[in-house]
T-cell receptor, first 115, second 116 residues
Framework: DQQVKQNSPSLSVQEGRISILNCDYT??????FLWYKKYPAEGPTFLIS?????DKNEDGRFTVFLNKSAKHLSLHIVPSQPGDSAVYFC??????????????FGQGTILTVHP | DTEVTQTPKHLVMGMTNKKSLKCEQH?????MYWYKQKAKKPPELMFV???????INESVPSRFSPECPNSSLLNLHLHALQPEDSALYLC???????????????FGAGTRLSVL
């Protein structure tokens, strides 16, 4: 039972354009969402997060949008740069239950930004 | 500073060996985590420590034994592993075991483990 899904295994974008990475979730108990970036042979690096009480959070070139009714979030990167090429993981956590604070990850999307 | 340090970076061990993975953070974080990541898969949670006490064990086989000697250190003791245990082992820490800003997990670079 995959509670967090990233349906696009890969995305290819031209440098300078917008990259949009999507994530869907099924567990309505999730109330905090995060995006991580991962380069090969490195650990995931935290990028940006959003609480379920908000619908948008922005940090520089990165913006995360949350549509709670659709159980959907997206990460926008504008403008995209070749250094953004990596695997992007969406993750979710809940404040309640015995597994509070536990991160549930999506399968990841490989982003390639071409010069 | 959001640095989590893991040693060693690479480890090769036989199925009868005993080895340990180490993780250290000096951010004053009170929650620490072990994850296992196979190629082209997301990280899978193994263990969670909160205030040096084991909070979550995701039904991990007993050949993996975690230890939290103090609030800055986390060890993973390995014994009688199988070849299918070969993976990238990641350590993470967060201020608190929470959902929210204080629960944001920061990861180390991982230990690449090969079991022969």
């Amino acid at each position: 039972d995959q509670q967090v899904k990233q349906n696009s295994p890969s995305l290819s974008v031209q440098e300078g354009r917008i990259s949009i990475l999507n994530c869907d979730y099924t567990n309505s108990m999730f109330d905090y969402f995060l995006w991580y970036k991962k380069y090969p042979a490195e650990g995931p690096t935290f990028l940006i997060s959003i609480s379920s009480i908000k619908d948008k959070n922005e940090d520089g070139r990165f913006t995360v949008f949350l549509n709670k009714s659709a159980k959907h979030l997206s990460l926008h990167i504008v403008p995209s740069q070749p250094g953004d090429s990596a695997v992007y993981f969406c993750a979710a956590s809940s404040a309640g239950g015995t597994s509070y604070g536990k991160l549930t990850f999506g399968q990841g999307t490989i982003l390639t930004v071409h010069p | 500073d959001t640095e989590v340090t893991q040693t060693p970076k690479h480890l090769v061990m036989g199925m009868t060996n005993k080895k340990s993975l180490k993780c250290e953070q000096h951010m004053g974080h009170r929650a620490m985590y072990w994850y296992k990541q196979k190629a082209k898969k997301p990280p899978e949670l193994m263990f969670v420590y909160s205030y040096e006490k084991l909070s979550i064990n995701e039904s991990v086989p007993s050949r993996f034994s975690p230890e939290c000697p103090n609030s800055s250190l986390l060890n993973l003791h390995l014994h009688a592993l199988q070849p299918e245990d070969s993976a990238l082992y990641l350590c993470a820490s967060s201020q608190e075991r929470l959902a929210g800003v204080q629960g944001i997990q920061y990861f180390g670079a991982g230990t690449r483990l090969s079991v022969l």
